[in-house]
């Protein structure tokens, strides 16, 4: 049995509580590795450790931490195919997958390479007789990300990366159920040039994040996972006097108009729904086809599709389009719901449940499946599912089908599939989501935009990467100076007025 570590100090270090958690293999169902669960005097001396190394590192000038960035790009394309075998083993995503999380980790940090423009303040000459002001963005000091199973190398990256290249230490409490990656990426930012200390991984749970939470060292806390979660963390952070910025859960619409390309958008939905299994938070789980000829058409094109679809652990090829969900656990929530949605009066168009894989009978896997004639009401669309489910709601029209979207108390993501430049328009402008694609599934934004959700999909003033990022992980200090002319006209008594 492998036995996982923290990542203390530039080194692997055994966990202390005596308390693990079992790391599966999602293909097989067996135990692969155990990881230790941090005590809260484990993650207290990491904390202390790491802000004493950050003060070195805060006094490193951009450039010379930029530089770092630069040799982790290198870094993560030359250990690429080493990452995504190790993600995929835990987490059960398809290599291809796999490579694309670890990707759109490497931009970011390729993005982090231009943070000495990015911290760049602002200076204003003769703001009264020789007087300048000038500004300029500091670190933090410590702080911490919380991140989820979904994209093991790529949250962390997004996390990390940023508040690195602004000056700060990070304490990275990954999931504990694919924890293998962000200890790599630890290995990986060392190599890199890194001091010790700087970046510290402590695996753990509830107790690690509660310790987080309260550590007052720790200035910052960023958190991925779903909503309830993302709402405790956010009230306690920020009681604790921390800024604080979670990303929930969410519920992707996507509205199909009938003068889309129908074939076009069936693909689209095939890959956004059912890729990863379905598990991301950016996954498109509801189709909203607008008119009944819209959705009978939609719908022929789909079953098919989904039919066709490969099942199967990631070393079947890169011909298998997913895999299975991360747990046991994931999988029963996925069929309870499938369920719910059959007692509360949903068409199932296309059962998965009886899904099996011959040689994986005790793995995680789960078929896809298609609902249509879903209402609202429902529990299969008021829900998270985090699975391979697509529900078809059908709108009478385009207001109808905008405003399921709008009235949705999630606001991650969102879609519209139309030739149609007037409704798209008044989509992008309209709707209350805060990412949206038009003709695209899965409208992430690239490493120099910013990704945030409304609604209970994210709580904080400020978006994952992009420029938000550094607002995030620094504070502006303003600075007023003078430097007397040599003429002295004595004692000020009163606040005056810049001339």
Same mark, same amino acid.
């Given at each position: 049995?492998?036995?996982?570590? /923290?990542?203390? $100090?530039?080194? /692997?270090?055994?966990?202390?509580?005596? @308390?693990?958690?079992?790391?599966?293999?999602?293909? &097989?169902?067996?135990?692969?590795? @155990?990881?230790?669960?941090?005590?809260?005097?484990?993650?207290?001396?990491?904390?202390?450790?790491?802000?004493?190394?950050?003060?070195?590192?805060?006094? &490193?000038?951009?450039?010379?931490?930029?530089?770092?960035?630069?040799?982790?790009?290198?870094?993560?394309?030359? $250990? =690429? #195919?080493?990452?995504?075998?190790?993600?995929?083993?835990? /987490? *059960?995503?398809?290599?291809?997958?796999?490579?694309? #999380?670890?990707?759109?980790?490497?931009?970011?940090?390729?993005?982090?390479?231009?943070?000495?423009?990015?911290?760049?303040?602002?200076?204003? $000459?003769?703001?009264?007789?020789?007087?300048?002001?000038?500004? %300029?963005?500091?670190?933090? *000091?410590?702080?911490?990300?919380?991140?989820?199973?979904?994209?093991?190398? =790529?949250?962390?990256?997004?996390?990390? *990366?940023?508040?690195?290249?602004?000056?700060?230490?990070?304490?990275?409490?990954?999931?504990?159920? #694919?924890?293998?990656?962000?200890? %790599?990426?630890?290995?990986?930012?060392?190599?890199?040039?890194?001091?010790?200390?700087?970046?510290?991984?402590?695996?753990?749970?509830?107790?690690?994040?509660?310790?987080?939470? $309260?550590?007052?060292?720790?200035?910052?806390?960023?958190?991925?996972?779903?909503?309830?979660?993302?709402?405790?963390?956010?009230?306690?952070?920020?009681?604790?006097?921390?800024?604080?910025?979670?990303?929930?859960?969410?519920?992707? /619409?996507?509205?199909?108009?009938?003068?889309?390309?129908? #074939?076009?958008?069936?693909?689209?939905?095939? *890959?956004?729904?059912?890729?990863a299994a379905g598990e991301r938070c950016m996954a498109i789980s509801v189709a909203v086809p607008v008119g009944d000829d819209t959705a009978d058409a939609l719908i022929e094109r789909l079953i098919p599709r989904i039919e066709k679809l490969k099942v199967g652990p990631y070393t079947g090829g890169n011909d298998v389009d997913y895999g299975p969900v991360v747990t046991a656990a994931a999988k029963e929530n996925i069929l309870r719901l499938v369920n719910s949605g059959i007692e509360q009066g949903a068409k199932l168009v296309v059962d998965g449940r009886n899904f099996a894989l011959q040689g994986y009978e005790s793995g995680f896997f789960v078929g896809p499946h298609l609902f249509d004639h879903v209402t609202p009401e429902m529990d299969i669309y008021r829900k998270e599912i985090f699975g391979p489910v697509l529900s078809t709601v059908r709108a009478a029209s385009y207001e109808e089908a905008l405003s399921l979207a709008m009235h949705h108390e999630y606001g991650n993501g969102t879609a519209i599939f139309t030739r149609d430049g007037d409704a798209a328009r008044d989509f992008a402008n309209r709707v209350n989501v805060g990412m949206i694609g038009i003709n695209v599934p899965i409208p992430v934004p690239l490493a120099y935009h910013t990704f945030g959700g409304w609604k209970k999909s994210a709580f904080g003033d400020l978006n994952q990467h992009g420029p938000d990022a550094f607002r995030f992980y620094t504070r502006t200090k303003t600075i007023t100076s003078r430097w007397p002319s040599g003429i002295k006209e004595g004692s000020a008594f009163n606040f005056k007025a810049m001339d």
């Open positions: 049995m492998v036995e996982l570590s /923290h990542w203390i $100090d530039g080194k /692997h270090v055994k966990g202390s509580s005596g @308390r693990f958690a079992d790391v599966f293999n999602p293909a &097989t169902g067996e135990v692969q590795a @155990r990881v230790p669960l941090a005590s809260k005097a484990e993650l207290d001396a990491a904390v202390a450790s790491a802000a004493e190394a950050q003060v070195k590192w805060g006094a &490193t000038n951009p450039q010379r931490r930029a530089r770092v960035m630069m040799e982790v790009v290198r870094l993560l394309n030359r $250990d =690429m #195919d080493k990452l995504a075998e190790a993600l995929s083993r835990e /987490h *059960g995503k398809t290599l291809p997958d796999a490579k694309g #999380d670890v990707q759109r980790g490497l931009e970011v940090i390729e993005f982090c390479i231009g943070a000495p423009h990015l911290l760049k303040g602002e200076f204003t $000459d003769s703001a009264g007789p020789g007087i300048d002001m000038y500004s %300029m963005r500091q670190p933090l *000091g410590v702080a911490a990300g919380i991140t989820p199973f979904n994209f093991p190398a =790529m949250i962390p990256l997004w996390k990390m *990366g940023p508040a690195l290249a602004a000056g700060n230490a990070f304490i990275l409490k990954p999931s504990e159920r #694919d924890p293998s990656v962000p200890l %790599m990426l630890a290995e990986i930012f060392q190599e890199a040039g890194l001091p010790d200390g700087v970046l510290q991984v402590v695996n753990g749970d509830k107790e690690a994040v509660d310790a987080i939470l $309260d550590n007052p060292t720790i200035a910052a806390v960023g958190f991925v996972g779903s909503t309830p979660i993302a709402e405790y963390i956010y009230s306690r952070g920020c009681a604790n006097g921390k800024r604080v910025q979670c990303f929930g859960g969410a519920k992707n /619409h996507m509205i199909i108009m009938p003068d889309a390309d129908l #074939d076009q958008a069936a693909d689209a939905l095939v *890959g956004a729904g059912y890729g």
